[in-house]
């Protein structure tokens, strides 16, 4: 059935300048819109928002799912929904392509339910040759924005829903923060809380800072008000956001560093568990290392992605460390942490990258012991330093040292695992097992998997609880609880 909208109202009249008051007026607004559309088909309407990329999407994405969920939209699985928003990620090409070959399908089902709302926002969105293939060849879509007015997502969808164009709106950048839109979070008991947007660090491969703009940090007792509440309803493990949270704080009116917002962020009440992504080894301070050391609630992990362990690599790539200077930062970090797991991101195949520039990774990677890492064929991103450099390496070798790397990392990443084997650790409950019910599933404070029988019934979930590790099978642990070891 073709929607059939009160056009009639002027979205612009009498809208508040302020925000967030703004967006609340749409919200209302909106709201109004859906149930004219759910009287017209005699149902609910029903929406659905798919991620791709990073944790700083699927964090978008929560406050994506608050705002339809206000207006009125029921959450399902499926992409044939009356609203569908893919939250996009750019940082790889396949992330792109991937993208383009789904929405053919979206296209299919709008046949079916002309009504059908598209949305396409997020870092894919920010790249002008997306938008332009888009408003060339997918006509279908309602609406594009992109990462730095994600904020106005209800007054968006209530242009998309009264316009009958496509509605795009695109910016270059911001400085704006707005807070205290509503969110809808995928756990009731652990939540995402960015403490900063964007990137100021160029690295030559990097499309991130041209998409997200320049960095901001949000404000200290924004940041704590926000994980205040998230306690107070129910969350006992946060993980603070950013794409380099090691340089928190520093474009603050009145300067902060992230060691310090720690310091704040443990002394709330009521918190368990913090976690923090992601750590640029150039800004990891000693300050930093040594909070964790005395801390009781950060979690003994660090994400330190290595990138390459070639020097002459790295210099390449603008990352401004070397080869022995990360060493170094690890070395110190498990001087001060000794049980703290670290895990990577690496590139193989950065232009010019010879086979010895990837040995020297390799060597990194045998020092270091990973307990996990996230590799990556190098992916070649228009408008970056590094899409100009001449000697891309040809794609057969690339594969090749790609699987030796990977190889290479299960290898290590397996043996570590099976150090903790019979241990007695503390377990956040976050669900009952996908594949088989008796179990449930948790995390171990360094983020590794734990399997276990429970003896009572999923009233653990949300609960941190010790767990013996009794079996390691390579990736996770198979546990055992009893009930002398609950904790809380
Ligand atoms: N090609 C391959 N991997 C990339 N990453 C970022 N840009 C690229 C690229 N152009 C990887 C980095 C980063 C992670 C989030 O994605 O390893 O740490
Ligand atoms: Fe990209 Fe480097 Fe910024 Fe990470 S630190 S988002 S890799 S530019």
Request: aromatic share 8%.
């Amino acid at each position: 059935m073709e929607k059939q909208l009160n056009t009639q109202i002027n979205a612009d009249n009498g809208a508040p300048i302020m925000e967030p008051q703004r967006q609340f007026y749409y919200m209302d607004l909106a709201k109004k819109l859906v149930e004219e559309q759910e009287r017209a088909y005699g149902r609910k309407l029903t929406a659905h928002v798919e991620t791709f990329g990073c944790q700083m999407n699927a964090r978008d994405s929560e406050k994506l799912r608050g705002i339809l969920d206000t207006i009125g939209y029921v959450q399902v699985d499926t992409e044939e929904a009356d609203f569908v928003i893919y939250n996009t990620c750019t940082v790889r090409e396949n992330a792109n392509n991937k993208v383009y070959g789904r929405l053919g399908t979206l296209g299919n089902y709008k046949k079916k339910n002309p009504g059908m709302m598209i949305a396409l926002c997020g870092c894919m969105m920010q790249e002008a040759h997306v938008v332009d293939r888009l408003k060339k060849d997918y006509r279908f879509v309602n609406l594009i924005f992109g990462t730095h007015n994600i904020f106005k997502f209800a007054e968006l969808v209530v242009r998309a829903l009264t316009e009958k164009q496509m509605v795009v709106d695109i910016w270059e950048d911001t400085t704006e923060i707005v807070e205290d839109l509503p969110v809808e979070r995928k756990y009731s008991f652990k939540s995402g809380v960015n403490i900063m947007f964007g990137c100021n660090n160029f690295c030559s491969y990097c499309i991130v800072p041209y998409v997200r703009g320049r960095e901001r940090s949000r404000e200290p007792k924004d940041i704590i008000r926000e994980i205040e509440r998230l306690v107070a309803d129910g969350v006992v493990e946060v993980m603070l956001l950013g794409q380099n949270v090691n340089s928190y704080g520093k474009n603050l009116e009145q300067p902060m560093t992230f060691a310090e917002l720690l310091r704040e962020v443990e002394k709330i009440e009521g918190l368990e568990r913090i976690r923090f992504m992601t750590s640029h080894p150039k800004d990891l301070s000693d300050e930093l290392i040594e909070v964790m050391a005395q801390s009781k609630k950060i979690c003994k992990h660090m994400h330190l992605p290595l990138q390459s362990g070639s020097s002459r690599i790295l210099k390449k790539m603008n990352r401004h460390y070397d080869k022995e200077q990360y060493l170094a930062l690890v070395e110190k970090l498990r001087t001060a942490i000794p049980d703290i797991a670290i895990t990577t991101d690496i590139i193989v195949g950065f232009p010019g990258e010879t086979k010895e520039d990837f040995l020297e990774t390799l060597d990194v990677v045998r020092k270091v012991r990973y307990d996990s890492a996230f590799t990556f064929i190098y992916s070649k991103r228009s408008g970056t330093p590094a899409a100009e450099m001449e000697d891309q390496v040809p794609e057969a070798e690339v594969k090749e040292n790609f699987d030796l790397l990977l190889k290479e990392v299960q290898r290590i990443a397996a043996e570590k695992a099976k150090e903790l084997e019979g241990a007695v650790l503390p377990v956040l409950v976050e669900q009952v097992n996908e594949h088989d019910s008796t179990l449930v599933t948790g995390r171990l404070s360094n983020n590794s998997v734990v399997h276990f029988l429970p003896k009572g019934d999923t009233s653990l979930i949300g609960k941190i609880v010790d767990v013996k590790l009794t079996e390691c099978k390579g990736f996770y642990y198979l546990g055992e609880m009893t009930d002398e070891l609950v904790r809380k």
